[in-house]
């Protein structure tokens, strides 16, 4: 794992300066996601503004840094008046206003949901804190309410490489990926050359050099819950970076 973890480190550790250059890496994605979609006359599609992550300090501080990916939000507005990505908007720092919005969210903690509720359970396994994991998706946007099209999800996801240099500077221990129906191209786009290691029925160990060790993918968590897998998953996980790791299976 040691050897895994230096593939993809930067040697970043300031919790101030993560941010401040995890700020500038959402810049220049948003300007250039917004000039992506004017040039191919996308902006119509109802585009919701991107998910940009926001870690809280327990995450800095937690026992194991956990980051889990959903697929795409269910909408995701910086208000009722701008709903969608727009050319002319007179807000000058969407970006913080984006980051706020992340932190204000509180990583779903008041949400009674099949997915919400795996986050946290999850998260419980390993550390103390509710706000110690770090909530991504797969798409950075969605569209109209759902997955984006194809041609979206690829520019803005795979070939801007902000996945990558998320995971990167934020160094997570273990990545979840609860990505359920986004076809495995889009992973493959992503993360060029992944290799998928199939560890039971349910999980898949995720292999690529941007990626830690204990990198799983597996479905999401509302098919989990239909399968009865939900639980068993969780303690799977867990289990198998505990174990690797001589960590005792409790959090203190």
Known sequence: MESAEKSFSTGVSNQEEINSILKNHYEKFYNDSLNFLKSRNALKRKVSFPLLVKPYPDYFESQTKLMIFGKETYSWKISENLPYMKEDITNNDVVGTLLKKYKDFNLGIDRNSPFWNFCHKLNRKFNKSDRAFIWN????????????????????????????????????????????????????????????????????????????????????????????????????????????????????
Request: include cysteine; hydrophobic fraction near 40%.
């Open 137 to 252: 998706n797969i798409s950075k946007v969605d569209e109209n309410r759902s997955t984006p099209n194809w041609f979206i999800l690829k520019e803005l996801s795979a070939n801007s490489g902000i996945i990558n240099k998320e995971i990167d500077l934020l160094k997570p221990e273990v990545v979840v990926f609860l990505t359920g129906s986004i076809p495995q191209s889009h992973l493959n786009n992503i993360f060029k050359g992944l290799q998928m290691i199939s560890l039971n029925e349910s999980i898949f160990r995720m292999q690529h050099i941007s990626l830690p060790f204990h990198s799983y993918k597996t479905a999401h968590p509302k098919s989990l819950r239909l399968n009865k897998t939900f639980d068993s998953v969780i303690d799977f996980i867990c289990n198998d970076f505990k174990i690797a790791n001589g960590i005792e299976n409790n959090v203190e």
